[in-house]
Structures are given as structure tokens and as C-alpha cells.
DNA sequence: ATTATCTATAGATCTATAGATAATGC
DNA sequence: ATTATCTATAGATCTATAGATAATGC
């Protein structure tokens, strides 16, 4: 990005309130404590987005298309087979999950409560429900080769979902428990990720 | 309760503001809108509980209460072998979310984030961990037996409990997904319990 | 005497804009 | 001419309380 964009009034205030609105949600969230954040004047934050439900917005916006592409290549490895595939697929949402930690209490409180924001956001993400039902479909003839367990593709999304996210949607807790030693929470962490991707294993394999 | 206790000014406020902290949390809550619900004028509000603050104090509290019995007889049975406690647990658990939607993400975005209030939350479930550490020991028993394989009681709660809590947290998606058919809902939640309970029984059973 | 209740309003906070002025790009 | 910026403040909303009055319990 370019000097201009970077230090661009437009572009500080839309930093700054992605910060505010992810730790504080929208209701939590002051458009002057953005503008001072962002080191501006509060008129300014109004000039150039007008009301704070828009910016909010732009937020809104911005977030839904970082989870696209990965929700879009979760189970994209076709060269693996298809139970190292899922295993990725586990591997990667943790990262990211992980690598942005703000994400899931984000969409849980702020996009999926609203009809509209909710709608929007699986039509962005409806590619990932063809790839889960064609995913159905070969699970079901490996699984008719006695390969694999059968199992629901969705659920399983869902599983790996929901066992993903805990350490962020926890994370108070979780710091809470282990304290801030930086150590600790990284050992946490990587244990978590083995337990994870061992649950998901062993729910598909063949017993 | 008493006719007069269930008609009282402070209990219609205290049960107004149990619906309007629990669906929208403090910052979104309004005291105005609560005294309205209640059917009470406003000032009486602040004549019992003084401030929005001790208000919201109250109905923590009352939370933390209804989940304290639970967590501490999750794995109560103690006349079930190892295994079947494990299943007893996850579908109980699974069944007091049902039953109280509102309460995971109440604790994620109100109780957990505030330092006392977690730590009184912690405190409060004490008796839990005591639990989690005998089971421990349990474990370690009957896996050095060879009946069960060998698994860490704390991070398998962690992932009961998030398989458990997916379907309220993820309430608002679901209902897009599902519709408002309450017949192809309670199918799902009864796909969801019985794939939770699978998850977590293919992870500890012996292989 | 104390407790409960109401009306009216103070006081704080927050979003948003008006209006003036400076900077920028044809 | 248009865009960017600031100061000042309007206007809306919300929490909280003052002060008067009615109801209740010794």
C-alpha cells in the first residue's frame, strides 16, 4: 500500500475503528473514541463516513471477505486423499482462527443476530456449501469401499468449527487459567490443536 | 413463589432485565426499555437496584448460580462406569444448553471478558476442577488397563463443551439455514446431539 | 416513620451537522 | 471549484436523582 493510502485520514479512521468495533462490538463502540484512535478530529470520521452504521459497515465488509477465500479453499488440497484432506482442512481453520482471533465473536454477535448481514454473508460463502455437497458425495463411495466411517460432511464441518474457535471464543478464561505466560498458552494452544484434529480422526476412520 | 413476590415492582424489573441483558447485552440494554417491559416507571428501576451496574450485577449472578449445580454434577453418576458417566455428561450438558440458549454467549461476551467477574465465575465452579482432577486420575487407571484410550479429562471437557454450545451460539445461522420449520429444527439439534456424542465416544474408546 | 411510587428534570454522553477556513487540482 | 479540515454546537438518548405524594406497617 502506498505512503499516501497508509497515512491517509480516511484510511486511519477506518483502521482504527476496526479495532473499536471488534474488541467493543457496535454497540460498545464510540465514534470519538475511533476519531481520537485514529488521530483526527470527530467531524472528520463524519465527513468521510457519514454515520457510524456505516462504517461499521465498511468493517462488516472488510471482515466477511477475509473469511471467503479460506472458507472457499478449507478442503482445496484434490491431491490428497480424502481423509488428509479433512486433517488439512482442520489444521488451516485453526491457524486462522488462531491467526485472527477476533473473528469468531465478531460474526457470532455482530453479523449472524442480523437478518440482512447474515443473508449477505452466506451468499459470500455459498461456494463453500457446493464444495461441502460434493464432498458428501465422495465420502459416500469411500465410505461405500469400507475405507472410511460414514459421516455428514456438514456436521462435520460444524464440529471442526466449533472445537476451532473455543480458544478465541474462551479466551478470557483461557488467560485467565494459564495466565499470561506466553509459554504455557502456546503449549495450551498446540495441545488443543491435537486434540482437535485426533477427535475429528478418529470420528472418520475406519474402525 | 409467592403471588406477591411474582407481582412485586423489583421482581417484574428483575425478570425485564433478565430478557434484555441476556438478548442484548449491557451496552445494548436500556434501562428505559427494562422499566417499560417491567411496567414500571423508570425511577422505580433506580429506587431498587440504584444503578444500571447493580442491576446487571444481579442478573450475573443469577447466571453464574443456574450453571454452578450443573457443572458440578455433570459427571455425577457415579455408579455408571468410566464411558457411560462421559455419555451421560455430554448429552446432559448438551440438553441444559438447549434449554438455556441465552446463557453461552452471555458468559462469552459478559462474564468472561471481566476480570472479577471471571474470576468470581471461577471461583464459583471451583468444586468442578476438583472433579475434572479425580477424574483424571480415573482415567489414568482404566487407560493403563487397556479399557479406555488415554485422554486428558480437562481438554475433553473443553471439547464437549464446545460441540455443545455450537448450536446456540450459532443460533441466528441456523435458523437462516433451517428455516422456521420447528419440525426441521429439533431434527437437527437431535442429528447435532447424537454426532457430539459420537465425536466424543470414538475419542475415548479403545481402538 | 418507613417504604413505595410518580413527575419532572438534571447531567452526562454520543452522534451528527453547520458553517468557516485552508488545501488542492484543474 | 472541489476536497479536506477544524471549531462549535445542535439534537438525541440515556442514566440517575430530586422532591412531592401516596401507601404501609408499627
Chains 1, 2 share one sequence.
Do not use: W
Not at 73 to 93: D, Q, T
Not at 129 to 140: A, N, S
Not at 172 to 185: F, P, S
Amino acid at each position: 500500500m502506498s505512503e499516501q493510502i497508509a497515512q491517509s485520514k480516511e484510511y486511519l479512521i477506518l483502521e482504527a475503528a476496526e479495532q473499536e468495533f471488534l474488541k467493543k462490538g457496535y454497540d460498545g463502540a464510540r465514534t470519538t473514541s475511533i476519531a481520537k484512535a485514529a488521530g483526527v478530529t470527530h467531524a472528520m470520521l463524519h465527513y468521510y463516513f457519514r454515520t457510524k452504521e456505516q462504517l461499521f459497515e465498511r468493517i462488516i465488509d472488510k471482515k466477511m471477505e477475509e473469511i471467503v477465500p479460506l472458507m472457499t479453499h478449507l478442503f482445496g488440497n484434490g491431491s490428497l486423499p480424502l481423509v488428509k484432506r479433512i486433517e488439512e482442512a482442520v489444521s488451516i481453520h485453526f491457524d486462522f482462527v488462531m491467526a485472527n482471533p477476533d473473528l469468531p465473536k465478531f460474526l457470532i454477535n455482530e453479523v449472524l443476530p442480523n437478518r440482512e448481514r447474515c443473508e449477505l454473508f452466506r451468499s459470500k460463502i455459498e461456494g463453500f456449501f457446493h464444495i461441502i455437497t460434493d464432498l458428501q458425495g465422495e465420502v459416500d463411495e469411500v465410505a461405500a469401499r469400507g475405507e472410511v466411517e460414514q459421516f455428514n460432511v456438514l456436521l462435520l464441518f460444524q464440529s471442526i468449527l466449533s472445537l476451532n474457535i473455543f480458544p478465541s471464543v474462551m479466551a478470557n478464561m483461557v488467560e485467565n487459567m494459564v495466565g499470561d505466560n506466553k509459554q504455557v498458552l502456546e503449549t495450551f494452544l498446540a495441545q488443543r490443536k491435537a486434540e482437535n484434529i485426533k477427535l475429528i480422526m478418529q470420528r472418520i476412520k475406519k474402525i
